[in-house]
């Protein structure tokens, strides 16, 4: 039997990544609803988000700036007096030192909406080594082109029309989110039918049931300054509870809840998604994200190095008949990358018959 086609109302049906980062090449032939992505440690998975992310700005703004700046390639300098950030735009491509034959490309299979940057010294656009930290704005100039035919544009400034409309994607990061960041996603949700889906998700987690979530002001007329807290209303009492003392897990699929909401008609990139979510419980939060993500019109992406990701992942798309899940193994052979997409009728096999594929 034959694969099933790509999902084409998706943004991205299928991708393909080339010299960003670490990734020379990389072609994904098919993206699902949801997709999973599982591999060895550095093997590209966290890049593929970084890619995504980077793709649905359409290079209008400076996101591939705030991705380098999250991993660790932004520095501080002194320039009179004054601090500022550099951020060393050079490693975004995979070869340097740059020339501008060299360019990232990141988009679907058949390229019709590849977002392309190539990068350059000196403004007569010829190739010549800069130490580093340079003063960006006199040494390294950015072109970038969105889809086929669109033409090359220098920096991130779209003068000429049409301009292309950047897809709202947000991300959670490996680490528990804080206090500020499921903050402002209750703040955009509360009052809505979405805030009652996070909290159906936060009581799938919880070993208590919480009828109230609000982000209120700690010790309120003590003069304490501090962040608002995102605090509880537990069933049987009469006080708050912070949310983070129900534990990890809890607090993660509440914020990834609120994130779905929140990439309405968009993506949700999701780091090391099994972080906090106890082995029992992967199947119903997976169970939750396809649903939601479905509801919402979300793409997700995620990545994960727990068998009981997988596993969880798999039983929640087989489940989910309307929902397509798909896992997607990036693993290095002698020639670089080779992606291994499994839907769900392979799915089924791997948690029946546990197959690694991690």
């Not at 440690?41 to 999250?70: H, I, M, P, Q, Y």
């Not at 033409?151 to 804080?178: D, K, M, Q, S, Y």
């Not at 987690?205 to 807290?229: K, M, N, S, W, Y």
Request: hydrophobic share 40%.
């Amino acid at each position: 039997m034959p694969d099933p086609q790509p999902d084409q109302s998706l943004h991205l049906p299928s991708l393909v990544i080339k010299n960003f980062r670490g990734i020379d090449e990389l072609t994904i032939p098919r993206l699902g609803r949801v997709t999973l992505l599982a591999g060895k440690n550095g093997v590209g998975k966290t890049t593929v988000l970084d890619a995504v992310r980077v793709w649905a700005d359409r290079g209008l703004t400076n996101e591939f700036s705030e991705v380098l700046a999250d991993r660790g390639d932004a520095f501080i300098r002194n320039s009179d007096s004054q601090k500022r950030m550099v951020v060393d735009r050079t490693t975004l491509f995979t070869d340097r030192p740059i020339s501008p034959e060299i360019t990232i490309s990141v988009g679907p299979i058949d390229g019709s909406n590849a977002l392309k940057i190539r990068q350059f010294y000196s403004k007569d656009k010829t190739s010549r080594p800069v130490p580093f930290p340079m003063d960006v704005s006199e040494y390294l100039h950015l072109e970038v082109r969105f889809g086929t035919s669109g033409p090359w544009r220098e920096g991130l400034h779209f003068l000429l029309n049409p301009v292309p409309t950047a897809v709202p994607c947000n991300i959670l990061g490996p680490n528990r989110p804080t206090d500020e960041t499921v903050e402002e996603y209750w703040n955009e949700v509360a009052l809505t039918s979405h805030e009652d889906r996070a909290l159906e998700a936060l009581n799938l987690i919880a070993d208590v049931v919480v009828e109230r979530v609000a982000a209120l002001e700690p010790f309120a007329g003590t003069g304490v300054i501090q962040p608002r807290r995102v605090m509880a209303k537990v069933q049987d009492t009469d006080y708050q509870v912070p949310l983070r003392t129900l534990g990890d897990g809890a607090y993660r699929a509440y914020a990834v809840a609120l994130a779905l909401a929140k990439s309405s008609g968009g993506f949700l990139l999701i780091d090391e998604a099994e972080n906090g979510i106890h082995h029992s419980i992967q199947p119903k939060f997976w169970n939750m994200v396809l649903q939601t993500a479905q509801r919402n019109n979300v793409q997700v992406i995620a990545t994960t190095h727990s068998w009981d990701c997988v596993t969880g992942f798999a039983q929640a798309a087989n489940e989910l008949e309307d929902v397509e899940g798909v896992l997607v193994r990036i693993q290095r052979v002698p020639i670089g990358l080779r992606a291994i997409t499994y839907d769900e009728s392979r799915l089924e096999n791997i948690a029946k018959h546990g197959i690694e594929v991690r």
